[in-house]
């Protein structure tokens, strides 16, 4: 890449980022994808054309096996650099995005969500999963809660500028709370809930990733999950004990109702009760 001629391009798009208020996560990954995209091409930003756009996003998908998800957010950052900072909107008017992948949020059971949360020792980290899953937050929600997000009075909590800088309130479980004071009583958090190894800074996202999975593997679950899959475990098990949809869709913060629907197809309150067709031909009885 041209290093410093297409650094000030760079340092244009990230205060163009900041400026419209996109939040430090996302702006994080934009500049990701863009300084991966100028590294590919090899020439300065303004010498660019449509092809290299494509041969950039056939390389992601073809070359390198990215996910549809992973190169769709590769075009929004290239759509941004073309856009709002090369000022050359008509090269990517028919930029073509990757159809987006369907899949199910792998979930656990509460079975397996006991014999997880069983698995913690550290009183700071059984905080932090058992908030995480009795309220249905995104860890980067959890790691920036503060003492004073904690309504114990109206058993809430108050998300503070959530995903789409969105605040909202969910709900507070009683077995979290009498955790949380014990761990509050213990550790004395001044303005983080959960101080960080940095004075000032709360934990990071990474040491909870970390949390879960050392707990995951203690509990002997094999399934493909992450931290985030104690929030989709949340959602599917709330649907299941028969909360409203629309009730499911306000605690996680969802801005389309489509985004929540997907928890009716892992859902096995609509399924369960179906009996298979070959248990009507032959006959349970003959093979239990």
């Not at 702006?27 to 300084?35: D, G, P």
């Not at 950052?77 to 199910?104: C, H």
């Not at 028969?242 to 929540?260: A, F, N, P």
Request: glycine content about 6%.
């Amino acid at each position: 890449m041209k290093g410093s001629s297409n650094d000030q391009f760079l340092k244009k798009m990230e205060e163009g980022l900041k400026l419209r208020g996109y939040s430090q996560k996302t702006i994080k990954s934009y500049m990701s994808h863009a300084r991966l995209f100028l590294e590919y091409c090899g020439k300065n930003a303004n010498q660019l054309v449509k092809e290299d756009i494509n041969y950039y996003l056939l390389y992601l998908l073809e070359q390198k096996g990215n996910t549809h998800s992973f190169v769709s957010q590769a075009v929004s950052s290239i759509k941004f650099l073309f856009g709002k900072v090369l000022m050359k909107d008509d090269l990517t008017l028919n930029i073509v995005r990757p159809k987006k992948e369907k899949k199910l949020p792998e979930v656990l059971s509460q079975k397996e969500v006991r014999v997880i949360l069983d698995n913690i020792t550290n009183l700071k980290h059984k905080a932090i999963l058992f908030l995480t899953y009795s309220s249905g937050l995104r860890v980067g929600e959890v790691v920036r809660l503060k003492l004073k997000d904690i309504d114990s009075d109206r058993m809430l909590i108050h998300v503070v500028q959530g995903k789409g800088r969105k605040d909202r309130y969910t709900v507070l479980s009683e077995v979290t709370l009498g955790v949380l004071r014990e761990y509050v009583q213990k550790f004395k958090p001044a303005e983080w809930l959960f101080q960080g190894e940095e004075a000032g800074r709360h934990i990071t996202e990474r040491t909870v990733q970390r949390v879960f999975e050392s707990a995951r593997e203690k509990a002997g679950i094999q399934k493909k999950v992450s931290v985030h899959s104690l929030r989709h475990s949340f959602a599917t098990h709330l649907l299941e004990g028969g909360i409203d949809l629309r009730y499911i869709q306000e605690l996680l913060g969802h801005e389309s109702s489509k985004t929540t629907e997907i928890y009716t197809h892992v859902t096995k309150k609509s399924i369960k009760s179906i009996a298979s067709p070959l248990d009507k031909i032959i006959g349970k009885r003959e093979y239990n």
